[in-house]
Antibody, heavy 115, light 107 residues
Framework: EVQLVETGGGLIQPGGSLRLSCAAS????????MSWVRQAPGKGLEWVSV???????YYADSVKGRFTISRDNSKNTLNLQMNSLRAEDTAMYYC?????????WGQGTLVTVSS | DIQMTQSPSTLSASVGDTVTITCRAS??????LAWYQQKPGKAPKLLIY???SLESGVPSRFSGSGSGTEFTLTISSLQPDDFATYYC?????????FGPGTKVEIK
């Protein structure tokens, strides 16, 4: 059974950094393309970043240059390093497998950027 | 970047109705389109991938169609469990943009 568990969220001041992790089980992260998606309170879904199985990465314009997606194959985890955080980055962050590969979502981890 | 739009933004319907939601891409995305259902406080659930392929375990009253720039999600014989928000998403490209969502409400 595929399971995704996100950790690392919390309250952080503007300008700060956080590292989110997504522990995967039931499949190998390295063999799938995976994304981070976020949802601000009361808002719609916003795609953040994707990493393909070959290692190619893409980012939404809103986070380009501030966020970095990566994989740790030894731990079977997906990561998101978030720097220079802004109030508008406040959201629930989900890791997601590709829609053609089951489209599984974790339960999310909440990031709150506030002073 | 490719933009995704959905219509309507809100849809009022009754149990047993057939409803259709439209998703449009600003340029062709072939069939790289997914549909999700989200209920309050829950993570989204994949319904349809590659425009018309039904995800395993999803009831057959959900169906998807379209290619290129125009896509539809149809829910036949709406059930009480189907009242939720639905999102389309373009995937398998250099951005995986979501549509703004369609809320299906009880009439």
């Amino acid at each position: 059974e595929v399971q995704l568990v996100e950790t690392g969220g919390g309250l952080i001041q503007p300008g700060g950094s956080l590292r989110l992790s997504c522990a995967a089980s039931g499949f190998t992260v390295s063999g799938n393309y995976m994304s981070w998606v976020r949802q601000a309170p009361g808002k719609g879904l916003e795609w953040v970043s994707v990493i393909y199985s070959g290692g190619i990465t893409y980012y939404a314009d809103s986070v380009k240059g501030r966020f970095t997606i990566s994989r740790d194959n030894s731990k079977n985890t997906l990561n998101l390093q978030m720097n220079s955080l802004r109030a508008e980055d406040t959201a629930m962050y989900y890791c997601v497998t590709n829609p053609g590969g089951g489209g599984n979502w974790g339960q999310g981890t909440l990031v709150t950027v506030s002073s | 970047d490719i933009q995704m739009t959905q219509s309507p933004s809100t849809l009022s319907a009754s149990v047993g109705d057939t409803v259709t939601i439209t998703c449009r891409a600003s340029q062709s995305i072939s069939s790289w389109l997914a549909w999700y259902q989200q209920k309050p406080g829950k993570a989204p659930k994949l319904l349809i991938y590659k425009a018309s392929s039904l995800e395993s375990g999803v009831p057959s009253r959900f169906s998807g169609s379209g290619s290129g720039t125009e896509f539809t999600l149809t829910i036949s014989s709406l059930q009480p469990d189907d009242f939720a928000t639905y999102y389309c998403q373009r995937y398998n490209g250099n951005s995986e943009t979501f549509g703004p969502g369609t809320k299906v409400e009880i009439k």
